[in-house]
């Protein structure tokens, strides 16, 4: 077993995980506990996000806590899983093992939630059991008799409405208590087992009360999950082995033998502490009628559809607001510059390619926050996973679940935070299937490509046919995604369909605080973006489209672009992009995008000599709707416009996702397959747009 080498660190402040099942309320009891003293890392060695935050105990004293994956068990069935499972028994290299667990239960659905209890009450840590959401559960006729589950428990229960704070004042004194006390009672194993986990116990090199539990863990793991675990001494496999064979000729199964014990514990416990009153004559809970309509075949569909066009339709009316500012503070900021420093290459660098590049992106940053709140507001209230449920008749047909759309529908945001949310599906070759169709999910950065295109195309058109064509985007990509989804599940990854369990919680009122806490994250990683990347990447491309500059002082600004190292970059690859209607200037914008797709516009504004370009610029627009080409004829046709759209909805999004991809697969050849892949689905659509509408007689 590996140790901890972080185990002698002299940081003396109390560490706390905080865990529990998915939608049992732990992000929203971190937000509360933390507020904004939160940082969000990653794993040593893995991809699974790391979040840790600081808050102060009632008596004032400093404590860390920490926010591990969502889990059902202990006994792992995903990358997520097993980190929350290694970090309780202290084998995460950077990260010591916890002095005190904080284990959050739904209270309306506590019996399923105390089996993960139950393997907390098994690890030698103490253990605090946050009983959350006990309003919901009172709601639903149920009344809990907390003091009983106390001394059933023997460990401290606290209940909770960590969507107001109620609670948090008696969970910080009991988080508090010195020394905290260890558990007294758990679910009772066969003696014939407990014999063998004390006799494995002793052969492990781990403290005692650690050396149980994992003892515990690995008599009741089947072979292949034992090869997942950090067994690798021979010896001792040998040991489990034979502890294995004993227990079957007594007529024990080791795998079922704890798990039938826990549910046996949690069954009674729940029989003696939950009693049901006032319940309605139908039986039928708020969420129960809710679901009627939300889940329909038929009304399920249409809300779907409903909420996504509202989104879109505040996409482009609330956000235009603050756009407005944004757009007017960049371009007094590019006057200012140029009122202070001489004219000059200087001058063009700051006013064009510095403020100008990063204000085009910048802009849009009021759009993306308006997604982030809608998406908020789909995962708190718990109509997420009503989406993945409905999706899952529709998915199961090209060979996943619904619990693969979560990861899909958190791309429309950013792939990357949508792939790393696969980790969650246990079957690999589902995750991996998940990974490589993600990306074809419209993200944010699409967003100003889109509205510029739409713009160009159709100037007088009004928000609601903006949204629609917006929408009709979005489910072209959804819809790729499910083709190729398909593709790969009866080829490179042929598997079996596997049947949907996803937990369906209880409707809540969305957490406010919560939605603009993550809103305010997002916004932060796109400004840290917008000052590295993107500002690093406007300075390059002003350099190339400026450099070298023409001999001739009486050059046009079309011939000066062409002469330059991006314009020659344009009009190399234009052979290959020409079927697809494009010029060589949008070539350089196709090539700049490539590292971040927001990137076109702020590159279109430069291409075209427009200061402070962005997607709702209306000299922007107007040189591109007037640019010609050598034949008179115009560039950007509306079916010009819409393949492009089709283009950037179905080609690879960025070189940040490409990485992800990597990390996430730990191959640089599942990440090449998906940039090829992608890349010719990508031309190929955008090929049959045009040509198919030339041969069909549009413009």
Same mark, same amino acid.
């Given at each position: 077993?590996?140790?901890?080498?972080?185990?002698?660190?002299?940081?003396?402040?109390?560490?706390?995980?905080?865990?529990?099942?998915?939608?049992?309320?732990?992000?929203?009891?971190?937000?509360?506990?933390?507020?904004?003293?939160?940082?969000?890392?990653?794993?040593?060695?893995?991809?699974?996000?790391?979040?840790?935050?600081? *808050? +102060?105990?009632?008596?004032?004293?400093?404590?860390?806590?920490?926010?591990?994956?969502?889990?059902?068990?202990?006994?792992?069935?995903?990358?997520?899983?097993?980190?929350?499972?290694?970090?309780?028994?202290?084998?995460?290299?950077?990260?010591?093992?916890?002095?005190?667990?904080?284990?959050?239960?739904?209270?309306?659905?506590?019996?399923?939630?105390?089996?993960?209890?139950?393997?907390?009450?098994?690890?030698?840590?103490?253990?605090?059991?946050?009983?959350?959401?006990?309003?919901?559960?009172?709601?639903?006729?149920?009344?809990?008799?907390?003091?009983?589950?106390?001394?059933?428990?023997?460990?401290?229960?606290?209940?909770?409405?960590?969507?107001?704070?109620?609670?948090?004042?008696? /969970?910080?004194?009991?988080?508090?208590?010195?020394?905290?006390?260890?558990?007294?009672?758990?679910?009772?194993?066969?003696?014939?087992?407990?014999?063998?986990?004390?006799?494995?116990?002793?052969?492990?090199?781990?403290?005692?009360?650690?050396?149980?539990?994992?003892?515990?863990?690995?008599?009741?793991?089947?072979?292949?999950?034992?090869?997942?675990?950090?067994?690798?001494?021979?010896?001792?496999?040998?040991?489990?082995?034979?502890?294995?064979?004993?227990? %079957?000729?007594?007529?024990?199964?080791?795998?079922?033998?704890?798990?039938?014990?826990?549910?046996?514990?949690? %069954?009674?416990?729940?029989?003696?502490?939950?009693?049901?009153?006032?319940?309605?004559?139908?039986?039928?809970?708020?969420?129960?009628?809710?679901?009627?309509?939300?889940?329909?075949?038929?009304?399920?569909?249409?809300?779907?559809?409903?909420?996504?066009?509202?989104?879109?339709?505040?996409? *482009?009316?609330?956000?235009?607001?603050?756009?407005?500012?944004?757009?007017?503070?960049? !371009?007094?900021?590019?006057? @200012?510059?140029?009122?202070?420093?001489?004219?000059?290459?200087?001058? !063009?660098?700051?006013?064009?390619?510095?403020?100008?590049?990063?204000?085009?992106?910048?802009?849009?940053?009021? $759009?993306?926050?308006?997604?982030?709140? +809608?998406?908020?507001?789909?995962?708190?209230?718990?109509?997420?996973?009503?989406?993945?449920?409905?999706?899952?008749?529709?998915? !199961?047909?090209?060979?996943?679940?619904?619990?693969? *759309?979560?990861?899909?529908?958190?791309?429309?945001?950013?792939?990357?935070?949508?792939?790393?949310? %696969?980790?969650?599906?246990?079957?690999?070759?589902?995750?991996?299937?998940?990974?490589?169709?993600?990306?074809?999910?419209?993200?944010?950065?699409?967003?100003?490509?889109?509205?510029?295109?739409?713009?160009?195309?159709?100037?007088?058109?009004? %928000? @609601?046919?903006?949204?629609?064509?917006?929408?009709?985007?979005?489910?072209?990509?959804?819809?790729?995604?499910?083709?190729?989804? @398909?593709?790969?599940?009866?080829? /490179?990854?042929?598997?079996?369909?596997?049947?949907?369990?996803?937990?369906?919680?209880?409707?809540?009122?969305?957490?406010?605080?919560?939605?603009?806490?993550?809103?305010?994250?997002?916004?932060?990683?796109?400004?840290?973006?917008?000052?590295?990347?993107?500002?690093?990447?406007?300075?390059?491309?002003?350099?190339?489209?400026?450099?070298?500059?023409?001999?001739?002082?009486?050059?046009?600004?079309?011939?000066?672009?062409?002469?330059?190292?991006?314009?020659?970059?344009?009009?190399?690859?234009?052979?290959?992009?020409?079927?697809?209607?494009?010029?060589?200037?949008?070539?350089?914008?196709?090539?700049?995008?490539?590292?971040?797709?927001?990137?076109?516009?702020?590159?279109?504004? $430069?291409?075209?000599?427009?200061?402070?370009?962005?997607?709702?610029?209306?000299?922007?627009?107007?040189?591109?709707?007037?640019?010609?080409?050598?034949?008179?004829?115009?560039?950007?046709?509306?079916?010009?416009?819409?393949?492009?759209?089709?283009?950037?909805?179905?080609?690879?999004?960025?070189?940040?996702?490409?990485?992800?991809?990597?990390?996430?697969?730990? !191959?640089?050849? @599942?990440?090449? *397959?998906?940039?090829?892949?992608?890349?010719?689905?990508?031309?190929?659509?955008?090929?049959?747009?045009? $040509?198919?509408?030339?041969?069909?007689?549009?413009?």
């Amino acid at each position: 077993m590996a140790k901890n080498p972080a185990a002698n660190s002299k940081e003396t402040f109390r560490r706390v995980a905080i865990a529990g099942n998915p939608n049992a309320g732990k992000t929203t009891l971190f937000n509360l506990l933390t507020g904004m003293r939160q940082k969000v890392g990653n794993y040593p060695g893995v991809t699974v996000e790391k979040k840790t935050g600081r *808050f +102060f105990g009632s008596h004032g004293e400093q404590m860390e806590l920490i926010d591990l994956p969502g889990s059902y068990s202990l006994q792992v069935r995903s990358p997520d899983e097993a980190v929350a499972r290694d970090l309780l028994l202290g084998r995460i290299a950077d990260t010591p093992r916890p002095d005190v667990i904080v284990a959050v239960v739904d209270a309306s659905n506590l019996g399923r939630h105390l089996y993960l209890v139950a393997q907390m009450l098994e690890l030698g840590l103490p253990v605090i059991v946050v009983l959350n959401m006990v309003d919901m559960a009172e709601k639903q006729g149920l009344v809990m008799d907390v003091m009983a589950l106390r001394e059933k428990l023997g460990v401290p229960v606290i209940p909770m409405v960590a969507t107001n704070g109620k609670g948090l004042i008696e /969970l910080k004194q009991a988080l508090s208590r010195t020394p905290l006390s260890k558990p007294e009672h758990g679910a009772q194993l066969p003696i014939v087992f407990e014999r063998e986990v004390v006799a494995i116990a002793k052969k492990l090199p781990d403290a005692p009360e650690i050396a149980r539990a994992e003892a515990l863990l690995l008599l009741s793991l089947d072979d292949a999950a034992l090869d997942d675990s950090l067994v690798q001494n021979p010896s001792l496999r040998a040991e489990i082995a034979q502890a294995k064979q004993r227990l %079957a000729i007594g007529g024990i199964d080791s795998l079922a033998a704890p798990v039938d014990a826990r549910y046996d514990w949690v %069954a009674q416990i729940c029989s003696e502490v939950i009693h049901r009153r006032g319940e309605d004559t139908d039986g039928l809970t708020p969420s129960d009628r809710l679901d009627m309509v939300l889940t329909h075949k038929v009304w399920g569909w249409l809300a779907f559809i409903g909420m996504m066009t509202l989104m879109f339709f505040c996409i *482009f009316t609330i956000a235009s607001y603050p756009m407005d500012w944004i757009d007017g503070g960049m !371009s007094a900021l590019a006057d @200012w510059a140029k009122t202070k420093i001489p004219e000059g290459d200087l001058q !063009s660098l700051v006013a064009d390619g510095i403020i100008g590049g990063v204000g085009g992106v910048i802009i849009f940053l009021p $759009q993306i926050l308006t997604l982030f709140f +809608f998406l908020g507001l789909l995962e708190d209230s718990g109509y997420m996973a009503r989406a993945a449920f409905l999706m899952d008749r529709l998915m !199961s047909r090209v060979g996943l679940h619904g619990k693969s *759309f979560i990861p899909l529908l958190s791309s429309f945001a950013c792939a990357i935070p949508g792939i790393m949310a %696969a980790r969650t599906i246990e079957n690999r070759k589902d995750r991996l299937v998940t990974v490589l169709v993600a990306p074809l999910m419209s993200c944010s950065a699409r967003l100003p490509v889109y509205i510029l295109l739409i713009a160009v195309m159709l100037p007088a058109a009004s %928000a @609601w046919i903006r949204a629609g064509i917006m929408l009709i985007m979005y489910m072209l990509g959804l819809i790729a995604a499910f083709c190729m989804a @398909w593709v790969f599940k009866k080829t /490179l990854l042929k598997s079996e369909t596997p049947m949907l369990l996803l937990e369906l919680p209880p409707y809540r009122k969305p957490v406010l605080r919560g939605i603009a806490q993550r809103m305010w994250e997002r916004a932060l990683i796109f400004l840290r973006r917008a000052g590295t990347v993107i500002l690093a990447l406007s300075i390059i491309l002003w350099a190339l489209l400026t450099y070298p500059k023409s001999a001739n002082p009486e050059a046009s600004e079309s011939e000066k672009l062409e002469q330059s190292i991006g314009g020659r970059m344009g009009r190399t690859i234009e052979p290959v992009i020409a079927p697809l209607g494009y010029d060589w200037k949008i070539g350089i914008g196709l090539v700049a995008s490539f590292a971040a797709r927001e990137v076109f516009v702020s590159t279109m504004g $430069q291409i075209y000599n427009i200061e402070d370009a962005d997607e709702e610029s209306a000299p922007l627009r107007e040189n591109m709707a007037n640019e010609k080409r050598s034949d008179g004829t115009p560039i950007f046709t509306p079916l010009v416009c819409i393949s492009l759209m089709v283009f950037y909805v179905l080609a690879m999004q960025c070189i940040s996702t490409v990485a992800i991809v990597r990390r996430e697969t730990n !191959s640089w050849g @599942w990440a090449l *397959f998906q940039i090829l892949y992608m890349t010719v689905l990508a031309w190929v659509g955008a090929f049959v747009t045009y $040509q198919g509408g030339k041969l069909l007689g549009f413009q």
